[in-house]
């Protein structure tokens, strides 16, 4: 009985073991400076980044940053995805568009996506439009080769079910092949929002007045290392909870799957 | 009236599974056909679905070639090929997309019960046993009332009582729209309960060996001397069919 109780507090609280190694990383590097043991001027304490933070957030200014940075992440996450669940499904299904575009797709893959930036500026000029593109850009990808690839790889059986069933090539695509290749397709979605959260660093880098890479420039350029953390210490929290909500939404979708648990 | 001529199928790998395959089958008609595992009878049913096309010969439907999969030719496969992504409602709505949703609802509901998953409709094809989700798939074909129904090995993963109750819901199905059925079976017993023909096949390579018609009155009696005899018989012929892969003179199909 009380096992039983006991195991069931530990799945609730589960999720908790995941601040285990940052919270001891973060209080150990607080007392070694306490304890003059270190200096904490370069590497300032988590206190020094909470109470930056803490005024960013009073001033109002950390929100304007967050909100800059997400709506740029955002957009280029909802173009990315549009593009590359299109191209990618219809690259899978036909062959003959897969030969057409796949081999251009994957030789454009292999340029490093910060290389388009003094392109993307020229023509889309240094405003949102260039960024926008430049993170849908790097979303785009791994959507789009998780997709097609996913495609392939679907079970003829059950795409035969379909044809018997006279199924027309829209109706193959919505109703067999993109569920089937949605657990694939929610892991590109997560490994695509993670370049997303890189690429917008890289296009707030290009010149921005505001959003969360504005702010590690700045702190960079008026030598405020914690304001650079604080920056950092924001992108990890945003990333983490986007990713985190994804996960949770998705879950929704794939509770048919009979997939391995591991054990507690 | 379905009519295979001189049917071949060579896959692409070299093997000939069906060699020169005839058979004509009348509207309405039940046919079943027995064989051995591997002689071909998975690749006809893939043929007259319109799913596979013969290396040699043809197959039509009421004279026009079966060339792709047609809307009134349904199937049920040897494997159930539920989406797993669908609840089993879902899956058996899947035969009849193109009815308004209150109808479909309603026929699903009926096809369930009439196989016994009623309770079962919000489920995840996962959590079904592998007999019901043969049932979920014999209810995803026959809901949409086809034309020729196609069954490969319905029954095979059920037991002997839930076996003799779909298969008279089959024949009370057959009563109402008569349609056209090809049954793939390995059961004796269930061929001569509700076939009107029964092929048998052989194989190395596929083809057939005897085609007979009991002349049985229905309702079939499975205690009935007469079909007891006809089991017998059939027995033996499939004993042969197996075991003389390149075909035996002194076993002429013509005993029966
Ligand atoms: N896609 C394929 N490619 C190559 N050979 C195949 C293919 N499908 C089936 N065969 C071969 O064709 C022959 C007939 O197969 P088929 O599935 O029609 O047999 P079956 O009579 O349905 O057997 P069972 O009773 O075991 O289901 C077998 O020898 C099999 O190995
Ligand atoms: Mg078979």
């Known amino acids: 009985m009380a096992a039983g109780r006991l195991q069931g507090s530990a799945r609730r609280l589960g999720w908790l073991a995941g601040l285990i190694l940052p919270l001891a990383l973060a209080l150990g590097w607080e007392m070694a400076v306490a304890l003059k043991w270190a200096d904490g001027r370069l590497l300032p304490t988590p206190s020094r980044i909470y109470a930056t933070l803490a005024g960013l957030a009073a001033s109002g200014e950390l929100l304007d940053h967050v909100l800059a940075t997400l709506q740029r992440v955002g957009l280029g996450f909802v173009f990315g995805v549009a593009a590359g669940t299109v191209l990618g499904a219809v690259s899978g299904y036909w062959t003959a568009v897969r030969r057409l575009i796949d081999p251009t797709l994957q030789a454009l893959r292999n340029i490093p996506s910060i290389a388009w930036v003094p392109m993307f500026i020229l023509w889309f000029g240094i405003f949102e439009t260039s960024k926008i593109i430049l993170i849908a850009v790097g979303v785009f990808f791994p959507i789009y080769l998780a997709l097609s690839g996913a495609i392939l790889g679907v079970d003829r059986k059950l795409v035969e079910v379909g044809r018997i069933f006279g199924f027309s090539h829209r109706e193959m695509i919505t109703r067999i092949l993109l569920p089937a290749t949605l657990p694939a397709y929610v892991i590109a979605l997560r490994s695509g929002l993670g370049l997303g959260w890189m690429f917008v660093v890289a296009a707030e880098f290009m010149g921005a007045e505001q959003g969360l890479g504005f702010l590690l420039v700045d702190g960079q350029q008026t030598g405020r290392p914690a304001v650079i953390l604080a920056s950092i210490v924001s992108f990890a929290c945003l990333g983490k909870l986007t990713d985190w909500l994804l996960a949770a939404v998705s879950v929704r979708f794939l509770r048919w799957q009979d997939s391995f648990k591991p054990a507690e | ?256």
């Not at chain 2, 699903?108 to 049932?135: D, K, T």
Request: charged fraction near 25%.
């Open chain 2, 1 to 256: 009236m379905l009519r295979i001529a001189n049917v071949r199928k060579r896959y692409p790998n070299g093997l000939l599974a069906l060699a020169g395959l005839d058979l004509t089958v009348a509207p309405g008609e039940i046919l079943a056909i027995v064989g051995g595992s591997g002689c071909g009878k998975s690749t006809l049913l893939r043929l007259v679905s319109g799913l596979d096309r013969p290396t040699a010969g043809s197959v039509d439907l009421d004279g026009t070639p079966i060339v792709g999969p047609r809307a009134e030719i349904g199937m049920v496969f040897q494997e159930p090929r539920l989406m797993p992504w669908l609840t089993i409602d879902d899956n058996v709505a899947f035969g009849i997309r193109h009815l308004p949703a209150g109808e479909r609802r309603q026929r699903v509901a009926e096809a369930l019960s009439r196989v016994g998953l009623a309770s079962h409709a919000g489920h995840w094809p996962r959590e079904l046993s592998g007999g019901q989700a043969q049932r979920a798939a014999l209810a995803r074909a026959l809901v949409g009332r086809p034309q020729v129904l196609l069954l490969d090995e319905p029954f095979s993963a059920l037991d002997a009582l839930t076996r003799q109750d779909l298969q008279d819901h089959l024949l009370d199905l057959w009563a109402y729209d008569r349609p056209t059925m090809i049954l793939v079976t390995h059961d004796i017993e269930e061929a001569l309960v509700l076939a009107d023909r029964i092929v048998v096949m052989q194989p190395d390579p596929g083809r057939i060996r005897v085609s007979v018609s009991p002349p049985l009155a229905r309702p079939r009696d499975r205690l009935d001397p007469e079909f007891l005899d006809w089991k017998y018989k059939l027995l033996a012929e499939l004993d042969h069919a197996s075991r003389k892969p390149t075909g035996d003179e002194t076993f002429p199909a013509a005993a029966i």
